[in-house]
Nanobody
Framework: QVQLVESGGGLVQAGGSLRLSCAAS????????MGWFRQAPGKEREFVAA????????YYADSVKGRFTISRDNAKNAMYLQLNSLKPEDTAVYYC???????????????????WGQGTQVTVSS
């Protein structure tokens, strides 16, 4: 199975930046579509961003578009999320997920993802 490990979370002030990383095991990383989801206290897990196998197409939630950037480096078996202009409402545990390609319409759907990391906490203070 694919093992995913997130890192890079932390506590930052509003307006600050953070870069999250997702490291994957194995040598078939380039066969998976990847995504970032987050879950705030008392809320359901929500879509943040996703990226296709080669990184050619990206998807973003409206709430983060223009502030966050998703990328991947298949040679390093890694995916990243650059978070800029952070707001207190961005506070959540951020999870990376991997999925077998199942169509473009599934990129924003959490239940379509097959593997998940343990998550990394992002806290943004006012």
């Amino acid at each position: 199975q694919v093992q995913l490990v997130e890192s890079g979370g932390g506590l930052v002030q509003a307006g600050g930046s953070l870069r999250l990383s997702c490291a994957a095991s194995g040598r078939t990383f380039n066969t998976y579509e990847m995504g970032w989801f987050r879950q705030a206290p008392g809320k359901e897990r929500e879509f943040v961003a996703a990226i296709t196998r080669s990184g050619g197409i990206t998807y973003y939630a409206d709430s983060v578009k223009g502030r966050f950037t998703i990328s991947r480096d298949n040679a390093k078996n890694a995916m990243y999320l650059q978070l800029n202009s952070l707001k207190p409402e961005d506070t959540a545990v951020y999870y990376c997920g991997a999925k077998v390609p199942t169509g473009r319409a599934t990129m924003r759907v959490d239940r379509a993802y097959d593997y998940w990391g343990q998550g990394t906490q992002v806290t943004v203070s006012s």
